[in-house]
């Protein structure tokens, strides 16, 4: 298995900060594993940033894909969640006072991708994750996932006071 590529996400961009306003530089990525912080790992990580030079700093625009292994709110089976984030975003040069410290490009010109991609790929993940779109979740009653299998058991017995209920959806 390959390693966590803890890394990739720091790319240099000292060089860019001599450059022209306007001169810019693709930074692609193709990665297996990717730790994006010590609370977030994603699999089959891919995309690519293009940093352009500004009178500001650098303005980074692209898009970034992943999967995210999450737990689905029906069936409770773990799958991979594919997260697709889109970067528009200027990191400011030099640092400036009050300024947003995931958009502040430190003086070593080593950039660190990894909070502002977290910040995203987080702000993609679903409130409520399914494994697929027509998941119909475990049985209540034996816990069996009713998408695998039909449950066999007989009803549950209904408390005798929501009885009169029953009789209304069996005339329906």
């Known amino acids: 298995m390959k390693q966590k590529n803890h890394s990739s996400l720091r790319i240099n961009v000292g060089f860019l900060l001599c450059q022209s306003v306007g001169s810019s530089r693709e930074f692609e990525f193709d990665e297996t594993i990717v730790q994006v912080a010590d609370d977030l790992d994603v699999h ?3 995309g690519s940033i293009v940093m352009t030079r500004t009178a500001q700093g650098l303005y980074a625009q692209g898009e970034i894909r992943a999967a ?8 409770l089976c773990e799958y991979p969640q594919e997260l697709k ?15 947003d410290p995931l958009l502040v490009i430190p003086e070593t010109g080593m ?5 502002i991609i977290r910040e995203y790929l987080l702000l993609d993940v679903p409130i409520q994750p399914l494994c697929k779109p027509d998941c119909q979740g475990l049985c209540s009653i034996c816990g069996s996932k009713l998408s695998e299998s039909k449950c066999e058991h007989p009803p549950a017995d209904i408390d005798p006071r929501l009885s009169v209920l029953q009789t209304l959806l069996e005339d329906s």
């Open 44 to 46: 089959d990580f891919k």
């Open 111 to 115: 950039l660190d991708l990894s909070g």
């Open 85 to 99: 984030i889109a970067i528009h975003d200027l990191f400011l040069y030099p640092p400036e006072i009050g300024a």
């Open 68 to 75: 995210m292994p999450l737990e689905c709110v029906r069936c």
